[in-house]
Every structure is written in structure tokens, then in C-alpha cells.
């Protein structure tokens, strides 16, 4: 019997920061939650632990390492230092998503 590896790609598509040219965003994980903490500073959880974050709006992301290869349902930040991610495990950061640490 064959493995057969299958990467779940979706695409998220996001609005400029003019608001007007669309662009796509692909990852290999499925991406499950975006949240912004102002105009230009936003972040994307997803499975295999991803986490992405932007400082200029969206154009360009960056992957965080996070610590955990596991899926990442919700990210929410409760000022520009603090946030949190949560699925099948919850990670806090307190330094603006440099790093991330687990909760119990």
C-alpha cells in the first residue's frame, strides 16, 4: 500500500491596505483564525502549529515559530505584547509573538 501525503492548502485572501487590490495567501497548513492588533501589526493561526504575523498590513508574513506542531483553532491579543493562540493546545506570548509559550 502506497502513503499518500496530503497537504490541506487553503488560501486566505486578504484586502490591501488601500483597499483596493486583493491578494492570495497560501500555506501548506490549513490557516483557521486572523486578528490584527492595529492597521498594520496582524497575526494568522493554523494547524501544525503555524502562526503568522504581519507589520505592514498584510502585505508580507512571517513564520513565528510557535513550539507545538499542533492545530491552532483561535489567536487573539489582548493589547500589542499579549496573545494567545488555542486548539488542540493554548500558547501565550508576551512579547508581541517573538515567542510563544505553553499554558496549562
Request: a positive charge.
Amino acid at each position: 500500500m502506497k502513503k499518500v501525503s496530503v497537504f490541506i492548502f487553503l488560501t486566505i485572501i486578504y484586502l490591501g491596505i488601500s483597499g483596493q487590490n486583493w491578494e492570495t495567501l497560501s500555506s501548506a497548513n490549513a490557516l483557521n483564525s486572523i486578528t490584527f492588533i492595529d492597521d498594520m501589526i496582524g497575526f494568522i493561526a493554523g494547524n501544525g502549529g503555524t502562526i503568522l504575523k504581519t507589520t505592514d498590513g498584510g502585505n508580507t508574513w512571517t513564520k513565528i515559530n510557535t513550539g507545538t506542531n499542533k492545530n491552532l483553532a483561535s489567536i487573539c491579543f489582548t493589547d500589542v505584547s499579549t496573545g494567545y493562540a488555542f486548539g488542540q493546545c493554548s500558547i501565550k506570548t508576551t512579547n508581541g509573538g517573538r515567542t510563544w509559550s505553553a499554558l496549562s
